[in-house]
């Protein structure tokens, strides 16, 4: 596998999954540390998904194409 489709199957869709889950965790009021530390994950997923976004995807032919 290579890093261009780790990338594409992983590191893209965990970026956002972090994202999602810092919003979460700003937004919950039970356990500080998540309260504490959900900006900070937030940012780090939105900063890993900025750089992961900029990696080109893997070449792949289409299904019709013959060629």
Request: charged letters at 15%; one cysteine or more.
């Given at each position: 596998m290579s890093f261009r489709a780790l990338n594409q199957k992983y590191l893209e869709p965990g970026s956002q999954y972090?994202?999602?889950?810092?919003?979460i965790a700003l937004c919950q009021p039970w356990n500080l540390f998540l309260h504490r530390y959900g900006m900070t994950m937030t940012l780090v997923g939105l900063i890993a998904f900025m750089v992961t976004t900029k990696i080109p995807r893997d070449d792949q032919p289409d299904e019709g194409s013959h060629s």
């Amino acid at each position: 596998m290579s890093f261009r489709a780790l990338n594409q199957k992983y590191l893209e869709p965990g970026s956002q999954y972090l994202m999602i889950f810092g919003i979460i965790a700003l937004c919950q009021p039970w356990n500080l540390f998540l309260h504490r530390y959900g900006m900070t994950m937030t940012l780090v997923g939105l900063i890993a998904f900025m750089v992961t976004t900029k990696i080109p995807r893997d070449d792949q032919p289409d299904e019709g194409s013959h060629s």
